[in-house]
């Protein structure tokens, strides 16, 4: 739906009316300060002022109703900008930002430098000599590649050399350099055929095998020509099950997009020695033009998500390809006809098919998401909500007693910014106190680091613990963030949110998106503090049964513990486990008779 931006920002307004006419870089800010996007532009003053004017639809107008004030970076060139633009989203890592996290690395295939060679995969390329070949994007066609390799070729296996022949060598698939001298010949030789190999001319290689069997049967050395025979069948069910798509055998990736309803989705394929072995698919939403987020959607695949870089790349007519070639250094091409327009057309229809199918799971995905959030900021009369961080207790009369903050950004829980905290200060089973506690050392720490502050504040509990916090946020730290509670009805269910000052709830139905959220929110809080609590409670219990026994202080309790992690597994233990940790054989002896009397 396309919606017109309400009033502007008169900050704002000022600096529209300054923007150059120049290439550059662009950072919006929300009112805290944090940048939420960063975009880059051929002419400054026309691209920014387009966030503020006319209509847009509405994840654009949700980015636009977020900014408070932006800044500005102008450059030389188009493509100074650009490099830029990536540089300044890898720093910042702003949320309306396509986020390309994908840090894996693809494995390779190598074959060592060393006297007496041998294949491993490996994830990281080092300067050590050996011979690297891939990537494969594919893990599996990498491990069944080697496997075929160590079957034809009898380079060792181990990685240090044992003093006797070992199976590998009875089974014709090692040379055994234990006990035998092999010379620098025969190596020369099996290494030159393994990189022929993997360079694309396993044919020659399965053709060489055929003459050499059908020469074996000549000779009557059957033996010999079942060997040629079995080698010919790996070849073909490992290399031969993928269709070719080039006969060059060069390493290429080829880049297709398509974009509908303001999203764009992305698919890469990935050909190694002229096939077609893996595909990347991303889709995220875009906020420029589609040609321009492309470009910046190639040098952040190459650059942050760590890609490895092929000899060509591939894409649609659309793409400014000499920016791109500037940018990745590599050879970019738009095919005009044959195989490679081809492979590029088939990713775009593969882009098509695939932003089709996945609206309605987008669709669905908002509603349960960020349209919740807008809709709970709506029914408190607050900003959107779009950083929520919630609270819950948990301890058993007042044993190990532990907090747990959970926070979920734009309606999604992320969990690499959940915390558990064990109570310090407080005695007893105090949840006020424990509340108070807790929130103090969470946003004491915010302030001192310049970490980014919530926009909700959600405690699972009801009155009492939403004053006890309020007199800490307000009266002890000086911050006025919006604070809530969660009460649960008789069946310990999301019963409503309270909210305000005096505390009112807040009508919200039931059926709703919002209402739905809460509950998860609530479910996940009081998940991830129970199971803190158990872990400690658990420790708890099983150093304290060791408290009693002579010999066995601090440093032997957390042997026992690392070693063993519960008291069931500590009864199975002999006496000759518990010596081999360290302990004598009295204190063994002792622990023993402890566990069982138990």
Same mark, same amino acid.
């Given at each position: 739906?396309?919606?017109?931006?309400?009033?502007?920002? &008169?900050?704002?307004?000022?600096?529209?009316?300054?923007l150059?006419?120049?290439?550059?870089?662009?950072?919006?800010?929300?009112?805290?300060?944090?940048?939420?996007?960063?975009?880059?532009?051929?002419? !400054?003053?026309?691209?920014?002022?387009?966030?503020?004017?006319?209509s847009?639809?509405?994840?654009?107008?949700?980015?636009?109703?977020? +900014?408070?004030?932006?800044?500005y970076?102008?450059?030389?060139?188009?493509?100074?900008?650009?490099?830029?633009?990536i540089?300044?989203?890898?720093?910042?890592?702003?949320?309306?930002?396509?986020?390309?996290?994908?840090?894996k690395?693809?494995p390779?295939?190598?074959?060592?430098?060393?006297?007496?060679p041998?294949?491993?995969?490996?994830?990281?390329?080092?300067?050590?000599?050996?011979?690297?070949?891939?990537?494969?994007?594919?893990?599996?066609a990498?491990?069944?590649?080697?496997?075929?390799?160590?079957?034809?070729y009898? #380079? *060792?296996?181990?990685?240090?050399?044992?003093?006797?022949?070992?199976?590998?060598?009875?089974?014709?698939?090692?040379?055994?350099?234990?006990?035998n001298?092999?010379?620098e010949?025969?190596?020369?030789?099996?290494?030159?055929?393994?990189?022929?190999?993997?360079?694309?001319?396993?044919?020659?290689?399965?053709?060489?095998?055929?003459?050499?069997?059908?020469?074996?049967?000549e000779? !009557?050395?059957?033996?010999?020509?079942k060997?040629?025979?079995?080698?010919?069948?790996h +070849?073909e069910?490992?290399?031969?099950?993928q269709?070719?798509?080039?006969?060059?055998?060069?390493?290429?990736?080829?880049?297709?997009?398509?974009?509908?309803?303001?999203?764009?989705c992305?698919?890469?394929?990935f050909?190694?020695?002229?096939?077609?072995? $893996?595909?990347?698919?991303s889709?995220? &939403?875009?906020?420029?033009?589609?040609?321009?987020?492309?470009?910046?959607?190639?040098?952040?695949?190459?650059?942050?998500?760590?890609?490895?870089?092929?000899?060509?790349?591939?894409?649609?007519?659309?793409v400014?390809?000499?920016?791109?070639?500037? #940018?990745?250094?590599?050879?970019?091409?738009?095919?005009?006809?044959?195989?490679?327009?081809?492979?590029?057309?088939?990713?775009?229809?593969?882009?098509?098919?695939?932003?089709? $199918?996945k609206?309605?799971?987008?669709?669905?995905?908002?509603?349960?998401?960020?349209?919740?959030?807008?809709?709970?900021?709506?029914?408190?009369g607050?900003?959107?909500?779009? *950083?929520?961080?919630?609270?819950?207790?948990?301890?058993?009369?007042?044993?190990?007693p532990v907090?747990?903050?959970?926070?979920?950004l734009?309606?999604?829980?992320?969990?690499?910014?959940? *915390?558990?905290?064990?109570?310090?200060?407080?005695?007893g089973?105090?949840?006020? $106190?424990?509340? %108070?506690?807790?929130?103090?050392?969470?946003?004491?720490?915010?302030?001192?680091?310049?970490l980014?502050?919530p926009?909700?504040?959600?405690?699972?509990?009801?009155?009492?613990?939403?004053?006890?916090?309020?007199?800490?946020?307000e009266n002890?730290?000086?911050?006025? +963030?919006?604070?809530?509670?969660?009460?649960?009805?008789?069946?310990? %269910?999301?019963?409503?949110?309270?909210?305000?000052? &005096? #505390?009112?709830v807040?009508p919200?139905?039931?059926?709703?998106?919002?209402?739905?959220?809460?509950?998860?929110?609530?479910?996940?809080?009081?998940?991830?503090?129970?199971?803190?609590?158990?872990?400690?409670?658990?420790?708890?219990?099983?150093?304290?049964?060791l408290?009693?026994?002579?010999?066995?202080?601090?440093?032997?309790?957390?042997?026992?513990l690392k070693?063993?992690?519960?008291?069931?597994?500590?009864?199975?233990?002999?006496?000759?486990?518990?010596?081999? #940790?360290?302990?004598p054989?009295?204190?063994?002896?002792?622990?023993?008779q402890?566990?069982?009397?138990?």
């Amino acid at each position: 739906m396309v919606k017109e931006v309400a009033g502007i920002n &008169p900050i704002i307004k000022q600096k529209l009316a300054l923007l150059p006419d120049q290439p550059g870089c662009y950072l919006m800010k929300d009112r805290q300060g944090t940048i939420i996007y960063v975009g880059k532009a051929k002419v !400054l003053k026309n691209r920014v002022r387009s966030y503020f004017s006319g209509s847009h639809d509405g994840k654009t107008l949700r980015l636009v109703n977020e +900014i408070e004030d932006f800044e500005y970076i102008v450059t030389s060139s188009n493509i100074e900008a650009l490099l830029l633009e990536i540089n300044l989203i890898k720093k910042h890592d702003p949320k309306y930002n396509i986020m390309l996290k994908d840090d894996k690395s693809y494995p390779f295939i190598k074959l060592t430098a060393e006297r007496h060679p041998k294949l491993i995969i490996t994830r990281k390329v080092k300067k050590d000599k050996g011979k690297y070949f891939g990537p494969y994007p594919n893990v599996q066609a990498a491990n069944e590649t080697k496997k075929l390799l160590d079957r034809i070729y009898p #380079l *060792r296996k181990c990685s240090t050399l044992p003093d006797r022949v070992c199976l590998y060598y009875h089974l014709g698939q090692c040379l055994a350099p234990c006990v035998n001298e092999v010379s620098e010949e025969q190596y020369k030789q099996i290494t030159d055929e393994i990189t022929r190999f993997l360079n694309g001319g396993y044919k020659e290689i399965k053709k060489e095998l055929s003459e050499k069997m059908l020469l074996a049967a000549e000779e !009557l050395d059957f033996e010999r020509a079942k060997e040629y025979r079995d080698k010919i069948a790996h +070849i073909e069910t490992t290399m031969e099950k993928q269709k070719m798509t080039t006969t060059d055998f060069t390493d290429r990736d080829v880049f297709g997009y398509a974009v509908d309803k303001g999203w764009m989705c992305v698919q890469v394929f990935f050909v190694r020695q002229g096939k077609l072995i $893996e595909r990347d698919v991303s889709m995220f &939403p875009i906020y420029g033009e589609p040609e321009e987020e492309m470009l910046s959607y190639l040098g952040q695949f190459y650059e942050k998500a760590n890609h490895f870089k092929p000899k060509e790349i591939l894409v649609q007519e659309t793409v400014e390809s000499d920016v791109a070639e500037q #940018l990745l250094h590599v050879k970019v091409i738009k095919p005009q006809r044959g195989q490679k327009k081809d492979l590029v057309k088939l990713a775009v229809k593969n882009a098509q098919i695939a932003l089709n $199918e996945k609206f309605s799971l987008i669709e669905r995905d908002e509603e349960r998401t960020i349209k919740a959030v807008e809709n709970l900021g709506k029914a408190m009369g607050i900003y959107t909500p779009h *950083r929520i961080e919630a609270f819950d207790n948990s301890n058993i009369q007042g044993t190990s007693p532990v907090s747990a903050v959970v926070v979920f950004l734009d309606g999604k829980a992320n969990k690499k910014e959940y *915390r558990k905290y064990k109570i310090k200060t407080v005695e007893g089973p105090d949840d006020y $106190e424990s509340m %108070r506690e807790v929130v103090r050392r969470r946003y004491s720490r915010v302030l001192k680091e310049g970490l980014p502050l919530p926009d909700l504040i959600i405690i699972d509990g009801g009155k009492g613990h939403i004053e006890a916090v309020r007199d800490i946020l307000e009266n002890e730290l000086g911050l006025d +963030i919006p604070l809530s509670g969660l009460a649960k009805d008789e069946k310990h %269910r999301t019963s409503q949110l309270l909210y305000g000052n &005096p #505390l009112e709830v807040v009508p919200l139905a039931r059926n709703s998106q919002e209402f739905y959220l809460l509950q998860r929110i609530q479910d996940e809080v009081h998940r991830f503090a129970i199971t803190f609590h158990r872990q400690i409670r658990g420790k708890n219990a099983f150093q304290s049964m060791l408290d009693d026994i002579d010999g066995i202080g601090e440093k032997r309790k957390k042997l026992l513990l690392k070693t063993f992690g519960s008291v069931k597994k500590m009864k199975e233990a002999t006496v000759e486990q518990f010596r081999s #940790l360290g302990l004598p054989a009295d204190v063994a002896e002792k622990l023993i008779q402890k566990l069982h009397d138990s």
